[in-house]
Every structure is written in C-alpha cells, then in structure tokens.
C-alpha cells in the first residue's frame, strides 16, 4: 500500500463549527506533515510530526490544532476558522523526518471552505 | 533570496513532443535534494522524481529525467514523449539544512498545457 488517504475531500464550514480532518496512511512511514495550498501557489508546511511526537509548527494560528494518535493516522482539528483560511490542505508523510532521497508521499487532500 | 526559482508561469507543448520545465535553486548547503512533483487539477500532489546533490548521473524515472547542472544551479525536468494525462501543474521544491532538513521550498510552479 503506497497511499496516503484523506477525508473528506472537500469540507464546508462555517465560522463558529469545529471540524476535523484526517489523513492516514499504511507504509509504515514515520513522519508526517500538514500544508495548506492555496489557489495558484505551492503547498506551505504547517505541521510535521516525527514519531508521533510534534517536531515543528510553523507558526499556525491555534485555531488549527493537529493530532497524531498513533503512527498511522493524522488529524488537524479546525475550530473558529476565517474565510481567508479557506484552501487545499494537503497531508503527506515520508519513511523518515530527514536526510537522502526520502521524498514525501501527498494524499490528495481536502479542499476547505469557510463561509 | 528565493530558494527555488522557476521561470515558467505556463508552458505548451504539442502531444508527443519533448518539452523542459525550467528550475534553479540557491543553497550553500554541500548537501541537498531536490525533487519534483505534479499536481493536476485534481489537488493530490504526485512524486516524480529525485536528484541528491552528490549524485554523479542525472536521474531518469522512466518519461522524466532531470538535467542536473550542479555549476550552474538548475536541475530542469525533461518529460519526453508528451501524454494528454501530463497537463497539470509542475513544482520543483529544494531540501537543504537550511530550513531544516525535513523542509521542502517549493517553487511557485509551472502550468503545462498538452495540446493534442
């Protein structure tokens, strides 16, 4: 299996809802990533988890929240969006966090918007 | 700086044709990666292929292959035998140590357009 999947594909939420998205994935991989894409540029890195332990938040507001329950599965928790939150939010993951080829495998991802 | 630069906002490229998707790049770093990946309009971002800066031949994943100019700082996409199925969005991303070395810089990416 070399797949990351992602649920839902798309997600229509309004301002004061709570969300979540999930992402998955069954290559034994040990880091994953969140970014959020938006219409015309590339992907930004959000969040990377290693191990299932945070390693880097890049400065994301607190209205996204992500979790890592075990070393298959990635959430990222919405709660209190703005519309300009509105985008792809791409998932991906790799067999390690650093170093060599290594290259990272994208689910599909879930576009987003807040209303 | 921009770490990653790709030139071509949009390219065409008649189907069956060869065509090459521009990227340089601007580390200090000895050593690095740089991949690309597709993205159609669908959103799922696709794994092309891989260059590592000690790397002595250029990488070729069957259709694409990359001509690495290490001297010169480009590491250019070559798609040969243009499919309908290759329209989609192209980026180029560099992972250094600079940003830490789990880090992608993308590009701002290439649209090519197929024309049958």
């Known amino acids: 299996d070399t797949e990351v999947t992602q649920t839902p594909k798309h997600l229509v939420m309004g301002m004061t809802n709570k969300k979540s998205l999930k992402c998955e994935q069954h290559m034994g991989h040990r880091a994953m990533y969140w970014y959020k894409q938006k219409a015309k540029k590339p992907p930004e890195l959000m969040f990377v988890?290693?191990?299932?332990?945070?390693?880097i938040n890049e400065s994301v507001p607190s209205r996204f929240s992500p979790e890592c329950p075990n070393s298959s599965l990635l959430n990222l928790h919405l709660h209190a969006l703005q519309p300009e939150d509105s985008a792809l939010y791409l998932c991906?993951?790799?067999?390690?966090?650093?170093?060599?080829?290594?290259?990272?495998?994208f689910g599909p991802g879930t576009r987003l918007t807040v209303l | 700086a921009q770490k990653i630069t790709q030139t071509q906002p949009g390219m065409f490229v008649q189907e069956k044709e060869a065509v090459t998707l521009d990227c340089t790049y601007d580390t200090s770093d000895p050593s690095y990666g740089l991949f690309w990946y597709k993205q159609p309009s669908s959103g799922e971002m696709i794994f092309l292929i891989y260059?590592?800066?000690?790397?002595?031949q250029n990488a070729t994943e069957g259709r694409y292959s990359l001509n690495f100019q290490k001297a010169r700082k480009s590491a250019n996409l070559v798609i040969s035998a243009s499919q309908l199925g290759d329209s989609a969005m192209y980026f180029c991303?560099?992972?250094?140590?600079?940003?830490?070395?789990?880090?992608?810089?993308f590009g701002k990416g290439t649209k090519l357009s197929v024309i049958p």
């Open positions: 991906a993951s790799s067999r390690l966090l650093a170093g060599g080829e290594n290259e990272q495998f």
């Open positions: 260059q590592g800066s000690y790397d002595q």
């Open positions: 988890y290693s191990y299932e332990k945070l390693s």
């Open positions: 991303a560099l992972r250094d140590s600079g940003a830490g070395s789990y880090q992608l810089t």
